[in-house]
């Protein structure tokens, strides 16, 4: 804490010294959207203001002059779509780079129309997608930077209790998510990430490079596959094109530096890394886990001519979880060494190193674009344990080893011409998968020992087209997207019409301001890795025999969107999700669905694809974007959850949350200081019980650890209605070319106790040995354990942009 306090003083003192002027600016390039040809002449204003520039014959211009902080830009030209930028960032450090792109206006000079524009929607996705731009996601409290979290404020997005960042859209599971780099898609975002899920406890992503981020809760474009509940699309900025320059963030558990600059005439690159130092506070605090986590980012762009670009980017990490085994040292807490000690015997130590890489190659033509990509994805994850951290042979648990690797190629050409965008393409994955483990565990009452090695080798195909329109006075918007998935991993993936996925797409405004929006689809998802390399101890692919194939959901989105004024949104839409061919889990007899929310491996197991379920529910949106001084978002969502359990009876999924509200307000005061809270409400989220009998018999108990659970009631109990509110303290000091950001985070301020599963163990004596059960002989005595989750987390951190 006194590290904390000294970090806080430092801007307070150096503010003494801000007497010097400061001044930023705006630069940059406007251009045809879809041939990248310069815009000469288009206006460029800042928004409710009379400040404002005119682009040259090539299409520059650059703002001089303005006072730091945020800015909202309008940018018109004669003949092309007036297109508004929000929260434009403006730093004494660098140059803000906006590079705008207008679209063709293809209607008469006569029957244009000015109006408040809609929020961000294409002809393919004209509902459920939402964009968030950078700053808003600095601002977001909680958020600590980490995109995962700040999207959790949108409709239809739901979290867990615990302490990750999973992304639960519209009842389905976090598995179900995809992401993408300019473009590139990359396997994983997080931290300790869940193998054969998504989510994880800390973001990757590196935040001063994202420009924006496009979120498709539905109404996926057909280029863009092999997702069920979401994408996500991050738009990176390119570096400054002026000089060296770069950010150096210090927050409570993690240490950053970026740096940007030219690399010869037409070429610019960022590059961060970053280190956490959790570890360190998790130890004075007695925790009984020590994770350490480091990451790196890049993006290099050259510019080979005004007709073709090259974008190079880069994202890894390496992560280290340890077992701190002195945790109870000192502790008279019994309340605490008990949760402790549960933890320490039933967490495996993990190690995970991941990255992506990724080229593409950007060029333009008369009426069109085309794209080449390739790029490679690669994790390895790596767990063991031993019973009560001995490490002896014969106490081995668990010993897992496993590899994906992913070498990606990709070719899209997108089209314009008389009204009409067409979109094609077509993709190939090489998928290399390794997988060693050592296993034992509970398994229908028993004992077993799960012992193989698999390896895999296939490809993944893509084909897809989309083709839009608008008619009857660019009133009405329609799309219509066709996309095949296929695989040569087995004959029953390798049929393109199985995968045959339609979609289609429409919007009619009512009023200028007003709109009326659909959307219904079919989309495919390969089973995760874990499931399709599977093998039993004696070698045998198991759900390849079990002739596995892509999980299928069928989506219909209804909804309505009002735009007051451009920086206003009202909207509600209605979704239904279909859910076919889902892995099921044949041991527990569970859908693969209900799981993804934990730390570990998920489907690294015997299944089926039999599993069905559904998801419907309704969402409300009010947005209120930063147009002076104040902002905020009010979003509820009723979602329901269901997944046929063994007796195929719809049983609530574990991301059955019912209810999903969030208030978040901030506002700007003077004096570049800045205040903003969240409030979050969760609905009583389903758990499965424990079978304490079984969990307490020795047998079971001495391998597993930890309580089973009963798949026989799957689902039957909640955890009750949580909520929490954080808020965040901004101070921004403006110098001559360099600036600082100081901000106080507070989460859980009123230090909420959320109830969750209690954890099942054993009673002790006073060794720590477990105690028999005085009626069973072959059995111990039960207790439960409570697992409150939350406590206040407050934060402190600085940025300084140099």
């Known amino acids: 804490m006194k590290i904390l306090r000294f970090l806080f003083i430092i801007p307070l003192l150096l503010a003494t010294s801000y007497t010097w002027a400061q001044s930023g600016v705006i630069k940059g390039r406007v251009y045809n959207r879809i041939n990248n040809e310069a815009i000469p002449f288009a206006n460029i204003a800042i928004a409710n203001s009379t400040l404002g520039t005119t682009a040259d014959i090539n299409g520059n211009y650059r703002l001089e002059k303005l006072k730091p902080g945020n800015y909202n830009l309008v940018c018109s030209s004669l003949g092309y779509k007036t297109q508004f930028l929000y929260e434009i960032r403006v730093s004494p450090s660098k140059p803000s780079l906006i590079n705008i792109s207008l679209q063709k206006e293809i209607k008469e000079l006569n029957e244009i129309v000015v109006s408040a524009p809609a929020f961000n929607k294409t002809e393919e996705s004209p509902l459920s997608m939402r964009t968030i731009n950078t700053t808003e996601i600095f601002r977001s409290p909680g958020g600590n930077r980490d995109i995962s979290k700040v999207i959790q404020i949108l409709p239809g997005v739901a979290s867990t209790l615990s302490f990750r960042n999973d992304i639960i859209v519209r009842g389905g599971s976090p598995n179900e998510n995809r992401f993408y780099l300019d473009g590139i898609e990359v396997a994983n975002i997080n931290h300790f990430a869940t193998q054969g899920a998504s989510g994880g406890p800390v973001g990757m992503i590196n935040v001063n490079f994202i420009r924006e981020l496009d979120f498709y809760a539905g109404a996926f474009p057909a280029s863009k596959g092999n997702a069920l509940s979401s994408i996500l699309d991050f738009k990176q900025r390119k570096g400054n094109d002026e000089k060296l320059a770069g950010t150096l963030m210090l927050g409570s558990s993690d240490l950053g530096l970026s740096l940007e600059g030219p690399i010869g005439k037409n070429s610019t690159f960022i590059f961060s890394v970053r280190r956490s130092y959790l570890q360190i506070l998790f130890k004075a605090l007695k925790l009984p886990f020590l994770p350490t986590y480091n990451d790196a980012q890049f993006k290099h762009n050259i510019k080979l001519d005004s007709k073709n670009e090259l974008t190079f980017i880069g994202l890894g990490a390496i992560d280290d979880f340890k077992l701190n085994a002195s945790a109870n040292k000192g502790l008279k807490d019994a309340d605490q060494i008990e949760r402790n000690t549960y933890i320490l015997n039933n967490l495996p130590v993990n190690n995970q190193w ?65 009204g009409w965008k067409w979109n094609i393409g077509s993709s190939v994955d090489f998928v290399e998968y390794t997988n060693s483990t050592f296993n034992k565990k509970e398994q229908n009452g028993q004992v077993v020992t799960i012992d193989f090695d698999s390896e895999l080798n296939f490809r993944k195909f893509g084909l897809f087209t989309q083709i839009s329109r608008k008619i009857l006075d660019d009133r009405l918007s329609l799309s219509f997207g066709l996309r095949t998935d296929f695989s040569d991993y087995s004959k029953e993936l390798f049929n393109p019409l199985d995968q045959l996925s339609p979609r289609l797409s429409a919007s009619y405004a009512l009023t200028p301001k007003f709109n009326v929006n659909f959307n219904t689809g079919r989309y495919f998802q390969l089973p995760a890795y874990t499931v399709m390399g599977y093998r039993d101890n004696n070698n045998n692919l198991v759900n390849k025999n079990n002739k596995i194939t892509y999980i299928e959901s069928n989506h219909i989105v209804s909804g309505i969107d009002y735009n007051p004024t451009q920086y206003s949104k009202i909207s509600v839409e209605g979704f239904y999700k279909n859910y076919k061919n889902y892995p099921f889990l044949l041991a527990d007899s569970v859908s693969l669905a209900n799981l993804g929310g934990d730390f570990g491996v998920i489907g690294n197991e015997a299944a089926k694809s039999i599993s069905k379920g559904r998801s419907y529910g309704l969402e409300i949106l009010l947005q209120q974007k930063l147009s002076s001084s104040i902002y905020g978002i009010i979003s509820y969502t009723w979602v329901r959850s269901e997944f046929k359990d063994k007796n195929g009876i719809y049983t609530p999924s574990s991301w059955d949350n019912k209810h999903i509200l969030n208030l978040t307000a901030g506002k700007k005061f003077n004096n570049n200081w800045e205040f903003g809270m969240k409030f979050r409400l969760l609905g009583p989220a389903p758990y499965t019980p424990y079978n304490v009998e079984l969990s307490a018999q020795k047998v079971i108990w001495d391998v597993a650890q930890s309580g089973q659970l009963d798949w026989n009631q799957l689902n039957k109990k909640r955890n ?79 940025m300084i942009e140099f």
Request: glycine share 2%; net charge positive; proline share 4%.
């Open 354 to 418: 991941n990255y992506t890489l990724g080229a593409k190659w950007l060029h333009y033509s008369k009426n069109s674009y085309q794209s080449f990509i390739v790029s490679r994805n690669h994790l390895n994850n790596e767990a063991i344990k031993y019973k009560n951290n001995i490490e002896e042979d014969d106490l081995l648990l668990l010993n897992y080893k496993s590899q994906e690797i992913e070498n990606k190629i990709k070719f899209e050409s997108t089209k314009r011409k008389n």
């Open 720 to 798: 009750p209605t949580s909520h929490t509110m954080d808020i965040r303290l901004d101070k921004k000091w403006y110098f001559n070319k360099w600036s600082i950001n100081a901000y106080l985070d507070i989460q859980n301020i009123y230090n909420f106790k959320a109830k969750t599963q209690p954890y099942l163990d054993v009673e002790r004596d006073a060794s720590g040995t477990p105690i028999e059960n005085p009626n069973n002989p072959l059995a111990y005595k039960m207790k439960e354990i409570e697992n409150d989750s939350g406590t206040i987390l407050p934060s402190i951190g600085l």
